[in-house]
C-alpha cells in the first residue's frame, strides 16, 4: 500500500501532452439464469456490440454509443428482460449495470475499476475540478489503490495493486486538458444516461438504487 505522506513520487511521474477521460459501458455477453452457479453451459448470449471482450464483457466506451443508442438499450433490455424470467433481484443483476472509468493517454489508461455507477466518478471529477495545489485525493479497494495530487498546473496519477503491491502507472497530465476532457464526457455521458433511463424506465447507471438496494442505505 502506498504512503500517502510520501510525495517524491511525482518527481518520477511521466508527463501525458494530453488526457483523454471516457466512461465505458461494461457489457455481459451472457446471462446467467442461476446468478451462483460458475457454469457456462446454462448461459444465454446477450445482444451487445464489437467490443473489446475481457473476460466475458464487452468495454464499450460512451463515445461510440454515440449514434448507436439502440443497441446498447436492446441489451439493457434483453437483461431486464431475463432477470424478470429467472426471478432474479437487482442484488443478481447489478454487475450488468457496471460503468467503467479511464483516463487515457497514447494509448495507455489509468482505471478505476471498483466505481460502478457515475455517482463515484463524479465524487472524483469535483475534486479535480475544485483541487488547489499541493491538495491530494486518495482511495483503495481490493487489488486496487490511486493517488491523485495536483501540483501546480498538473494533475498526478499513482495507480497501484493495494494489498498485491507495485506501481502500475504514475502519469501527470495537464489539469486544463483533463478538465475539458471530463466536461465533454460528462455532457455526453448524461445525454446517454438519461435516453437509457427514458427507454428503460429506471436510471441504474448514475447512482445504486437504493430502493432495489436496502443493503446500501
Not at 481490493?142 to 495536483?150: D, H, N
Amino acid at each position: 500500500m502506498f504512503n500517502i505522506e510520501d510525495r517524491s513520487w511525482i518527481s518520477r511521474s511521466t508527463f501525458a501532452e494530453s488526457a483523454e477521460a471516457e466512461i465505458s459501458f461494461c457489457l455481459a455477453t451472457t446471462f446467467n439464469p442461476d446468478p451462483n452457479s460458475l457454469e457456462d453451459a446454462s448461459a444465454i448470449a446477450l445482444p451487445g456490440f464489437v467490443g473489446h471482450n475481457v473476460e466475458g464483457f464487452e468495454d464499450i466506451p460512451s463515445s461510440d454509443v454515440v449514434g448507436n443508442e439502440q443497441r446498447l438499450i436492446n441489451h439493457y433490455k434483453a437483461v431486464l428482460r431475463l432477470a424478470d424470467q429467472h426471478g432474479q433481484t437487482y442484488n443478481e443483476f447489478d454487475h450488468h449495470m457496471w460503468l467503467r472509468l479511464h483516463i487515457g493517454w497514447e494509448e495507455k489508461v489509468v482505471g478505476f475499476p471498483w466505481y460502478d455507477t457515475l455517482e463515484l466518478m463524479e465524487n472524483l471529477f469535483s475534486w479535480l475540478s475544485c483541487a488547489v495545489d499541493g491538495d491530494l485525493w486518495s482511495d483503495a479497494e481490493e487489488g486496487w489503490e490511486m493517488i491523485v495530487l495536483r501540483s501546480a498546473s498538473n494533475i498526478h496519477f499513482r495507480w497501484g495493486g493495494f494489498d498485491q503491491g507495485g506501481e502500475h502507472a504514475n502519469i501527470a497530465f495537464p489539469r486544463e486538458s483533463l478538465l475539458s476532457s471530463i466536461s465533454i464526457l460528462k455532457e455526453r455521458i448524461r445525454l446517454l444516461i438519461d435516453r437509457l433511463a427514458a427507454e428503460i424506465g429506471e436510471d441504474y447507471w448514475s447512482r445504486y438504487p437504493l430502493d432495489l438496494r436496502p443493503d446500501l442505505n
